[in-house]
């Protein structure tokens, strides 16, 4: 990334108050990434599966595919804590770093396209802005959210900061 890009970019890779949402997941064991904290609802393998879960689905609703909407919020939520092994986990991080680069692609892209209609999938979605510039928006707050719990588990897992770097004030 370079000087000048646009915030949508900088929060997507983390500048700022934002940690880089890869670097959050990408030094974490399959052990410590299936790690429960009493009284938190989801391991960080469990957010990181919901937020690849979001961000592909909303992929499909911008190319014109979209899948019929979640009839449950859990329905957008792995139901195992742990991932299958050190290599589903390595997976799933894989998957995350290749969303992110195709969300960067799409911020990239010329006014005409980010300013394109994407599909309604869900009435609780009508009253919202619906363009693709829009869209990536509302997934940099998602992941934004969630990342933030994600810091919040490492932190009480004794797993932060991550070797890439974050606050730790």
């Known amino acids: ?20 949402p890869l670097a959050c997941v990408e030094d ?24 690849n879960y979001w961000m592909e689905y909303d992929f499909q609703r911008i190319h014109g595919q ?3 909407y979640p009839a449950r919020a ?19 991080v ?6 992110l680069r ?8 010329a006014v005409e396209v980010l ?14 802005s619906n363009s693709i510039e829009a869209l990536l928006w509302q997934i940099i707050a998602h992941n934004s ?3 933030g719990q994600i810091v919040l588990l490492r932190r009480f897992l004794k797993a932060w900061p991550p070797p890439a770097g974050g606050d730790t004030w």
């Open 1 to 20: 990334m370079t000087a000048g890009q646009s915030p949508l970019l900088e929060l997507l890779y983390g500048r700022g108050a934002h940690v880089s």
């Open 28 to 51: 974490l064991s399959a052990e410590l990434a299936g790690s429960t904290v009493s009284g938190f609802p989801y391991s960080i393998r469990q957010i990181l599966g919901h937020l």
């Open 66 to 68: 979209a899948a019929p």
């Open 74 to 92: 859990a329905d957008s939520w792995p139901r195992e804590a742990k991932p299958g092994g050190e290599t589903e986990w390595r997976g799933e």
């Open 94 to 99: 894989l998957r995350f770093a290749e969303n």
């Open 102 to 109: 195709a969300m960067e692609r799409l911020a990239k892209s």
């Open 115 to 128: 300013t394109r209609p994407v599909e309604i999938t869900t009435p609780a979605l009508a009253g919202q």
């Open 145 to 147: 959210y969630h990342v």
